[in-house]
C-alpha cells in the first residue's frame, strides 16, 4: 500500500474502532441502576486509542528497520551481476533507488543496475505487503484488546486524561531535549575549534579572515578568528533596526489601542502585519536596490564617504521589517489591561495622556519588554538583509555609513560549498553560533530583571 492508502485504513480503523468503544456504553444505566463510570465518549477515545497506537508504532519501527534491509540486499545483488570496480560502491544505491521510482531514466544504465532495480522493486512490493499486513493486525490486535476492557465500570476517563497528561509531558522533553542537543552539539565543535584556536583570541581578536590555504605554502595559509568585528557589526545593526522599531512599533500599539476609531484599527493593524509576512529577501532587494543608493546620494550631498554597502542601510529596513513584531504584541498587551485602571484613573482627574503614561504602559511593562526582546533577538538573527545591504567586510566600526557584517552572515558564508569539516574555518561557524546563543541567553536574563523589578500587580 501506498502512504496515501495506509492514511485511509489508518483512519476507518481509529474511526470504527471509537464507534465500538462509544456503543459498549452508549446505554445510561445497568440492568442494576448503576450509571457507567465514564461517559460513553471516553470509552470510545480509550477504544480509539488502543487501534491507532499500535500502528503508529509498527509504522515507524518499519521507517527505521526498512533501509537496513533493503540497502545491503539490493546492494549484494548489484555486486554479484557486475564486474566493475563499483560493485562495492554503496553510492549506486541512490542511482538505483532513483531508476526504480522513476527520477532517472533507465536507457543509460547497465544491465547490471538495470537487474538491481527489478530486484528493488521485488523487494520494495514484498515489502508493502508486509507492512500491510502487520499494520492491519496491530490495528485489529489494538482494536479488540482495549474492546474487551471496557465496560461500564471501566474508568475510561482516567486512562484517556493519563494518557493526554503523558503526551503533553512528553512534547515538553522533547522541545527540552532538542534545546539540550542544539547546545550540546555547538559545545562538541566550539571545543574541536578550540583546539586549533585559542579562545582569547577568538573572543578579544579584532581580525577576522577564515580563509585558511589548503597548503602551507600558499598565501593566507593561517587565518584570524578575532570575532570581536562580527559582534560590533551585528549590535550595531541591531541598535540601528531597535531605533527604528522599538518608537514607531510602541507609538503604533498605542494609537492602535487607545485613539483609533474601531474601523481604523481594524483596517490599518492588518495592513501593519503585512511587513511580517514579507519575505526577507524581498526586504534585501529594497534594501540594495533603493535605501542603499538613496543613503549613497545623501551621504555624498553632505560631503560624507558613504558605503554602497552599509551597515545604516540594512539596519533601516530591517528596522521596518520587525516593526510588526513590537506593535502587534504591545498592542494586545495594552488592550488586556484592564478597563478598571482606566476608568479609575480619569475619575481621579487623570488625562488620558497621563492614564496611558502612568497606568497603562506601566502595566503592561512586561508584556512590552517581552516584545522587544523578541524584535531583538529576531534583528540579531537576520542574515539575507545583511548579506544583501550590509555586505560581509568584517570590519571593526561604528560608522553606520560603513560596510559591515554579522555574525549570523559569516555563519552562513562560511558554511555555504565544499568545506572540510575538521578545518578551523568550518569549525568557527560552530563557535560563533555557540557564543550567539549565549549573547542572546544574556538578554533573556536582562530582560527578566528588568520585568521582574518593574512589574506591578493589579487585582
Known amino acids: 500500500m501506498t502512504f496515501a492508502q495506509l492514511t485511509i485504513v489508518f483512519l476507518i480503523l481509529v474511526l470504527v474502532s471509537g464507534v465500538l468503544g462509544w456503543r459498549r456504553v452508549r446505554i445510561p444505566q445497568l440492568a442494576d441502576g448503576i450509571r457507567p463510570r465514564s461517559r460513553a465518549v471516553y470509552h470510545g477515545v480509550y477504544n480509539a486509542l488502543w487501534c491507532a497506537l499500535p500502528m503508529l508504532v509498527v509504522v515507524l519501527a518499519w521507517l527505521a528497520v526498512e533501509p537496513g534491509i533493503i ?11 557486475s564486474a566493475t570496480i563499483e560493485a562495492n560502491n ?13 527520477v532517472l531514466p533507465s536507457e543509460s544504465a547497465d544491465e547490471s543496475v538495470l537487474q538491481a532495480v527489478g530486484y528493488y522493486r521485488v523487494l520494495q512490493q514484498q515489502s508493502s505487503i508486509a507492512l500491510t499486513i502487520l499494520f492491519v493486525t ?12 471496557l465496560g461500564h465500570l ?14 503533553l509531558f512528553v512534547s515538553a522533553s522533547i522541545a527540552i531535549l532538542t534545546t539540550i542537543s542544539i547546545v550540546l552539539a555547538l559545545a562538541f565543535e566550539t ?9 582569547m583570541d577568538f573572543l578579544l581578536g579584532t581580525k577576522w579572515s577564515p580563509q585558511v590555504a589548503i597548503r602551507a605554502d600558499q598565501v593566507g595559509s593561517s587565518g584570524a578568528f578575532g570575532a570581536v568585528p562580527l559582534f560590533a557589526g551585528t549590535l550595531l545593526i541591531a541598535l540601528i533596526a531597535m531605533l527604528i522599531a522599538v518608537p514607531v512599533g510602541l507609538f503604533s500599539a498605542i494609537y492602535l489601542a487607545e485613539y483609533a476609531h474601531p474601523t481604523a484599527r481594524h483596517i490599518l493593524k492588518p495592513m501593519l502585519e503585512i511587513l511580517a509576512g514579507i519575505p526577507t529577501v524581498v526586504y534585501g532587494f529594497f534594501a540594495a536596490l533603493t535605501v542603499a543608493p538613496m543613503i549613497v546620494d545623501l551621504g555624498h550631498g553632505f560631503g560624507l564617504e558613504t558605503s554602497s554597502e552599509s551597515a545604516l542601510a540594512a539596519g533601516l529596513v530591517m528596522g521596518f521589517m520587525i516593526i510588526p513584531f513590537i506593535s502587534s504584541l504591545s498592542d494586545d498587551v495594552i488592550n488586556s489591561v484592564p478597563y ?32 522587544i526582546l523578541l524584535a531583538v533577538s529576531r534583528a540579531i538573527g537576520e542574515t539575507m538583509i545583511v548579506v544583501m545591504a550590509a555586505g560581509l567586510a568584517a570590519r571593526l566600526t561604528a560608522n553606520p555609513l560603513e560596510s559591515v557584517t554579522t555574525v549570523t552572515a559569516q555563519i552562513v558564508t562560511i558554511l555555504v560549498g565544499d568545506q572540510e569539516f575538521d578545518s578551523p574555518k568550518t569549525l568557527a561557524a560552530f563557535a560563533l553560533g555557540l557564543t550567539l546563543f549565549f549573547v542572546t541567553l544574556t538578554l533573556n536574563f536582562i530582560a527578566l530583571h528588568v520585568v521582574r523589578k518593574y512589574r506591578e500587580q493589579y487585582d
Not at 574541536?192 to 579562545?199: E, N
Open 191 to 199: 571545543l574541536r575549534f578550540f583546539q586549533h584556536v585559542p579562545v
Open 154 to 167: 471501566f474508568p475510561a476517563r482516567e486512562k484517556v486524561e493519563g494518557f493526554v497528561r503523558l503526551f
Open 71 to 81: 540497502r545491503p540486499a539490493v546492494l549484494a545483488e548489484f555486486a554479484a551481476n
Open 138 to 149: 496491530a490495528g485489529l490486535s489494538g482494536l479488540y484488546l482495549g474492546y474487551k476492557r
Open 340 to 371: 478598571s485602571l482606566r476608568d479609575g484613573s480619569l475619575a481621579m482627574g487623570a488625562t488620558k495622556s497621563e492614564t496611558i503614561r502612568k497606568v497603562i504602559l506601566p502595566a503592561a511593562l512586561p508584556g512590552i519588554a517581552g516584545a
Open 90 to 102: 554503496a553510492f549506486k544505491y541512490v542511482e538505483i533507488r532513483n531508476i526504480a521510482e522513476g
